[in-house]
């Protein structure tokens, strides 16, 4: 079998599964829901608006995994690899009435992060993550959430610069204090993204109000932490850092 019929037959068996199992797992007690669905699924933003424009969709009926439908729409836009179009089908429901609730990707949530436990949810999504925090962070969503750890979004390992723009831009704060773990109690943000190595984030922060005098539990500061800092490379990140810090 040539190359191309090889690849040609590959792609088959891919469709087949991927079809196979959304016919396995989608499913709403609705048809209008499952067909809404499957046009979520196909990125097909003509068909989820004429769906929507039908009219009587129940909002808060939840697939057997227990998410909305608006929650199917924003894991389909989470996936990794989802073009800018996936976020479409999420921002139509919105704008329909569907409301991004905390508990619409999960029935049952407990605990003190359980009010904002969608914001939380949305750090760790694919290229399209930022774009579906956006909106729901227009919607009212909480930019100063903390996961179920207590650690402020901006202190998130998962953290990239595109959520770090839109959590700021919401009024998230960049002085938030950690809690999360008793050996960096009290730590800011920015202290937590030098911890884990990130200078650009780190950068950002300060350029948006971090305070690199404010000390942790253990009296530690971000100056300490950049002098401290073993990259193991060099990095010109870090240097600038430590330059724009006074930090020798």
Do not use: C
Request: glycine letters at 10%; a negative charge; proline letters at 6%.
């Amino acid at each position: 079998m040539g190359f191309l019929a090889k690849n040609y037959a590959k792609r088959v068996i891919e469709e087949r599964e991927r079809r196979a199992y959304w016919d396995a797992v989608v499913i709403f007690p609705d048809p209008r829901l499952v067909r809404l669905a499957a046009a979520i699924d196909a990125l097909d933003t003509a068909q989820v608006r004429a769906i929507i424009a039908e009219g009587g969709l129940d909002f808060a009926a939840r697939h057997h995994t227990g998410v909305t439908i608006l929650g199917y729409a924003m894991n389909n836009a989470l996936l990794q690899g989802q073009p800018p179009v996936a976020v479409e089908p999420v921002r139509m429901l919105m704008e329909a009435g569907a409301v991004p609730s905390p508990d619409i990707l999960e029935a049952e949530a407990s605990g003190p992060w359980a009010a904002d436990r969608l914001v939380a949810q949305l750090m760790g999504g694919g290229e399209q993550g930022p774009a579906v925090l956006d909106l729901v962070l227009s919607a009212g969503g909480n930019a100063n959430a903390r996961d179920r750890d207590g650690r402020p979004l901006l202190a998130s390992s998962y953290l990239r610069l595109a959520t770090a723009e839109v959590l700021v831009r919401h009024g998230a704060d960049v002085n938030a204090r950690d809690s999360s773990r008793a050996d960096r109690q009290g730590y800011t943000p920015a202290m937590l993204q030098a911890l884990y190595g990130e200078w650009d984030l780190v950068a950002f922060l300060l350029d948006h109000g971090a305070d690199p005098g404010i000390t942790g539990a253990d009296g530690a500061t971000l100056r300490d932490l950049l002098h401290a800092a073993s990259p193991g490379a060099p990095d010109e990140r870090l240097t600038r850092l430590r330059e724009r810090l006074g930090v020798r």
